[in-house]
Structures are given as C-alpha cells and as structure tokens.
C-alpha cells in the first residue's frame, strides 16, 4: 500500500530565507505531482516530476525527485509573502496504468512572514 | 481555469438524507475523480470513473456511491449521509497517462458538506 509522508507539516518562515520541504513515499511510483492550495480554495498545479533526476523550477519553486530514494523536495528560495499557502505532494499509485489515481501527502502549511 | 464546475458549493444537511454532489466539465476528458479534504489526511480518493459508464473504488468508498452517465458529468452519491462525512468534496479531471508526458489533474472549485 502506497503511502506519503511530507515533512514538515507547518512552516514558518522569514521573507528573504530558503527551505526545503520533502515528501517521501514507500512503493515504486513513476510520476509526482506537487499542488498548492490557498486557504478555501482550490489545488493548483505546481510540477508534474516524471523521472529519476527531474528537476522542475517556476519562480522561486524548484521541484526534484529521486525514485532510487522515492523522495521528492520542493525547495522555496528567498520566500516572499505570496507563497503562504498550504502545499501537496501526491504520488501516482498507478505504475504502469492509465489512470491517476494519486495518494496525497497531508500538506506542509507555508507562512511567510514579513 | 480548467473547465471543472460542482454543485452545490455549500451544503447543510441532516444525518440519514441522501445527498448528490455533481461534477460538470467541458474539457471532454475521459477521467474524472471524487476525493474527500479532511485536516490531517490531505485528499483522499473516493472514486474515479475511467469512462462512460466505467468507476472504480478509491480509498475511502464505504458509503458513497458514482454514476456517469456522460463524459461531462460525474455524479457523487451520499446514499444516507453521516456526521463523519462532513467535508470538503473536490472533483477532478484528468486525460489518460501516457509515457512521457506531464499530464496532471486539475481540481474542481470543492464543495463543503455539513451532515449535522
């Protein structure tokens, strides 16, 4: 059974610092997603990670996995108030089939603070 | 946007009744998902529909119950709501995996179910 953790569930950072939140998941997968979600609304697509090694960047976002370690990063640098959101990391538990049916992280909650 | 519309938005009901949420798109894509948002468990899938007339069982199906009957609509059904129901409902909509490519799910706007 496929599960996915993210660390940490809460953030709280200063304007101007990096950090990195992971999410780590247990069964062979191969594609991630990362999502982010603004309080009562909707999820947003951030970065689909297809592949060992795949690096993905938008902005100060930058997504990476590695399936050898099944662990995914989204690294946020020189954060700025905007990106206080809560963000998702899933894991397609479909390997090899047609349909995504994604196991979703508990969110790691974002605030920026000034 | 993603052509993703649900209804209703919000509402209120009592234990015992029978609920259905709806899910409408315009993208004419051939997956649509049902998932349940809860604090502390991130979405969790309830059902997936992989084509007209075709669905299968997410994690957390005891009690729900989808039809679709056209590729526009995918209908969630609380056949006698409980008080753990309460939640946020999101639908999603996705096209088929293929190798290679980066297609990804979009969400619905949600809809928040009270079951008193």
């Known amino acids: 059974e496929l599960k996915v953790e993210q660390n940490p569930l809460f953030l709280s950072m200063q304007e101007g610092k990096n950090y990195t939140i992971y999410c780590n998941y247990s069964?062979?997968?191969?594609?991630l997603y990362w999502y982010r979600q603004d309080p009562g609304k909707s999820l947003e697509s951030l970065f689909v990670?297809?592949?060992?090694?795949a690096v993905k960047q938008e902005g100060r976002l930058m997504a990476s996995l590695d399936t050898k370690a099944r662990l995914s990063t989204l690294h946020i640098t020189a954060a700025v108030h905007d990106l206080s959101a809560t963000y998702f990391c899933a894991v397609d538990d479909n390997y090899g089939g047609a349909t995504n049916k994604l196991i979703f992280g508990t969110g790691t909650l974002l605030a920026v603070q000034p | 946007d993603a052509g993703i519309t649900q209804s209703p938005r919000h509402k209120v009901t009592e234990t015992g009744t029978p609920v259905t949420l709806r899910c409408h798109q315009t993208e004419n894509h051939r997956y649509m998902y049902w998932y349940r948002q809860d604090p502390g468990h991130g979405l969790r899938l309830i059902h997936y529909s992989y084509g007209v007339k075709d669905t299968d069982k997410g994690e957390v199906s005891d009690g729900y119950s989808v039809s679709r009957s056209k590729t526009e609509d995918f209908l969630l059904t609380l056949e006698s709501a409980t008080s753990s129901q309460t939640s946020v409902y999101f639908c999603a909509i996705s096209s088929p995996r293929l190798a290679g490519r980066a297609d990804t799910q979009y969400f619905g706007p949600g809809t928040r179910l009270t079951v008193l």
């Open positions: 990670l297809l592949s060992n090694g």
């Open positions: 069964t062979t997968s191969d594609r």
